[in-house]
């Protein structure tokens, strides 16, 4: 490079340095301010579920103890027992994951092949069909409750797998979400496959899915976090003799009124929301990519 | 190995029409060029091909089939996109594999086929390796891979090499010249860069709206175009063309009879005289005629009988080109050799041409069509 090239192109060697220098301790101010408020929110969330796995571990007398103990010096692991036996919560956890795994398997089927057709088929009313599945996330579930539980009931469904789970297998937030992700792939894909032979079952299967699998695994997240969560519906579309009650509903069942039960109530809870702190924990990166997709560029 | 066959064939979208009766054959074996800017109607005269598209009207023949309503994949074609097309997901092996295992050809047979295909690209190497961590060329190669692992009839070209820089451009270029030269495989390839198009092709087949425009060796096509838009498209840069009208001069045995006068072509106060061949080909047309000039035909000479200024000065290297204004506005290029003067910018300068009568093309003003025989 000549040397004047050389000289117009590199800044002055003080600017340079004194550019920076100068912004450090605003950018440092910034980042500490950032991480305070962060800590503080998640001291916010996780101090409530740390204290419930704190006196779910304390002996009946301690929970009324004034301050409350931040830290179980002999913990009782006698109440989880308790719990998952006489309170029946393997019972509970058991539906609840049958019902969350139709769901869950169900949701991503049908949003798989909904969300392809709008994708990649051409079809009449393509446009006025996928504005009707958009509108169904516009229409909360306690609209249709009373026509859900009728059609249930009519089928013969209730107190049912078929009945606790069929009225959710399909989503419209599946639906749009997984077409969003299979309309970022190429269309040329799709030709060269096409070229190659393979039909569209065979290129969603082969080439679509597993492209979308980050959208795929968001959709299972969600979709387990609902299904697991859910309350309302189990407690209405089961009942009768042996009813068919899933953990949400479990809980219930194991909150009495005396003290001495709190930390078994409380033990169920810690076994209730386990299997979503490890599911939340594997699928952790897909659920922020899914969440922040398009707001980063 | 086939020739292809487009017959009369129209592709509609709409109100638009892509290709207009587009008639053209591509003997077994050829490398044929489809030349076009952007939206002339060859990438979809490329995907009729394919049956990526539907043909409004006319039959595309591969062989001696008529595959009009064939599915894409019964037509034994294989396509080479210009985003390469390769599955992000798969490996290099897989992607090359991919044509293969929907055709139920068993995995022993598919490894060496994948192999072999590997090894004439120089990919052994990169085999395990997913599209994301090759080079655009390397893509590229896995995607001429993918390509010819299954032996098509055809191969198809989208612009394959747009996408890469321009020393990489040059070498992939000559890599699918000695590649098809060895397969002797029927290809139709695509691209809007004349360069491309006259290096590759064995004939080249100009496009524009929709239309065929010509179909020729690239050096019969550079010589002789059948139109002003083949006449500008092709070379770099491009033909002058200036609007004039043919003049006879009377000759100076004309009062005796049976003799002839120069025929000229005016324009802007400056009169090119035709050698006699071209005069005696265009004699009776016109008047108004567009004349066209490579830019290697003319050189700046006190002699020459166009008068302009220069506006710019181009400096390539091995030549340059010298970009001048006549008295009128019209803008005429001069390709000089690197050991000519360079004029200055504003001066006003002579244009002469060459005397050869090649160097002269002449135009009908109203059609565009050539005057003046094929």
Redesign the interface.
């Known amino acids: 490079m000549p040397a004047d090239t050389a000289r117009a192109v590199a800044p002055p060697a003080d600017v340079a340095a004194a550019s920076p220098r100068m912004h450090r301790p605003r950018r440092r101010l910034r980042t500490i301010g950032s991480y305070t408020l962060l800590t503080a929110a998640a001291v916010v969330v996780i101090f409530p579920i740390y204290i419930t796995v704190v006196n779910s571990l304390l002996r009946p007398d301690q929970l009324v103890q004034q301050p409350p103990p931040l830290f179980p010096r002999t913990p009782q692991w006698h109440d989880y027992t308790a719990a998952w036996t006489t309170g029946q919560m393997s019972k509970y956890v058991a539906t609840s994951a049958i019902m969350t795994a139709i769901i869950v398997v169900g949701q991503l089927v049908t949003s798989i092949l909904a969300a392809y057709a709008f994708a990649f088929l051409r079809f009449p009313f393509k446009r006025t069909l996928f504005l009707v599945c958009l509108v169904t996330l516009m229409i909360p579930f306690e609209v249709t409750f009373i026509t859900n539980l009728d059609t249930v009931t009519s089928l013969h469904w209730f107190n049912t797998y078929a009945g606790l789970s069929i009225p959710f297998l399909a989503t419209g937030f599946g639906i749009f979400l997984l077409r969003q992700a299979f309309l970022q792939i190429p269309r040329d894909l799709q030709e060269a496959a096409q070229l190659d032979g393979y039909g569209h079952l065979r290129f969603m299967t082969r080439v679509a899915v597993p492209l979308a699998r980050p959208s795929l695994a968001a959709l299972a997240v969600f979709s387990f976090l609902g299904a697991w969560n859910q309350y309302l519906w189990p407690l209405v579309s089961t009942g009768g003799t042996t009813p068919l009650y899933t953990v949400q509903i479990g809980l219930k069942e194991l909150l009495g009124t005396e003290v001495s039960q709190i930390p078994v109530s409380l033990a169920g809870a810690v076994i209730a929301f386990v299997p979503l702190v490890i599911l939340l924990i594997i699928f952790q990166k897909q659920l922020v990519r899914s969440l922040t997709a398009g707001a980063v560029k | 190995m086939a020739q292809v066959s487009f017959d009369g064939v129209t592709k509609r979208f709409g109100d638009t029409t892509a290709v207009d009766d587009l008639t053209l054959s591509i003997p077994d074996g050829e490398l044929l060029v489809l030349l076009g800017s952007s939206g002339c109607g060859k990438t979809t005269a490329l995907r009729l091909v ?3 598209e539907e043909i409004s009207a006319g039959t595309v023949s591969i062989g001696e089939r008529v595959v009009n309503e064939v599915d ?2 019964d ?1 034994d ?3 080479v ?5 390769l ?3 798969l490996t290099v092996a897989k992607n090359i594999e ?2 293969l295992r ?2 139920g050809v068993d995995k022993e047979e598919r490894t060496t086929k994948v192999k072999r295909a590997a090894e004439t690209l120089g990919l052994g190497d990169l085999l395990g390796r997913k599209p994301g961590q090759l080079s655009g060329g390397q893509r590229q190669r896995v995607a001429l891979a993918r390509a010819i692992v ?1 032996e098509p009839l055809v191969f198809l070209m989208d612009e394959p090499l747009s996408n890469l820089d321009a020393a990489l451009r040059v070498q992939t270029r000559a890599d699918i010249v000695e590649l098809q030269n060895r397969l002797k495989t029927t290809t139709l390839y695509v691209t809007h860069d004349q360069v491309e198009a006259m290096t590759m092709g064995h004939r080249i087949a100009v496009m524009s709206e929709g239309k065929l425009q010509q179909v020729a060796a690239p050096e019969a096509l550079y010589a002789k175009p059948t139109n002003v838009f083949v006449a500008h498209f092709l070379g770099s840069p491009g033909m002058n063309l200036v609007e004039g009208m043919l003049v006879e001069s009377a000759s100076a045995d004309a009062s005796g009879g049976g003799g002839r006068g120069t025929l000229s072509v005016a324009f802007a106060g400056a009169s090119v005289p035709l050698p006699a061949e071209v005069a005696d080909s265009v004699r009776g047309s016109g008047p108004d005629v567009v004349l066209g000039l490579r830019p290697e035909a003319l050189h700046l000479s006190p002699d020459g009988v166009i008068g302009a200024s220069v506006i710019i000065v181009e400096l390539l290297g091995a030549e340059t080109h010298v970009i001048c204004h006549t008295e009128t506005g019209a803008r005429i290029i001069v390709r000089q050799g690197a050991g000519a003067p360079k004029p200055r910018i504003g001066e006003p300068v002579r244009i002469a041409v060459e005397p050869d009568p090649e160097a002269y093309h002449l135009f009908d003003s109203s059609s565009g069509n050539r005057l003046g025989g094929p």
């Open positions: 394919a049956g990526l894409p994949k037509r074609v294989a396509m996109f210009q985003s390469y097309a599955y992000p997901h991919f044509p929907q055709r299954r």
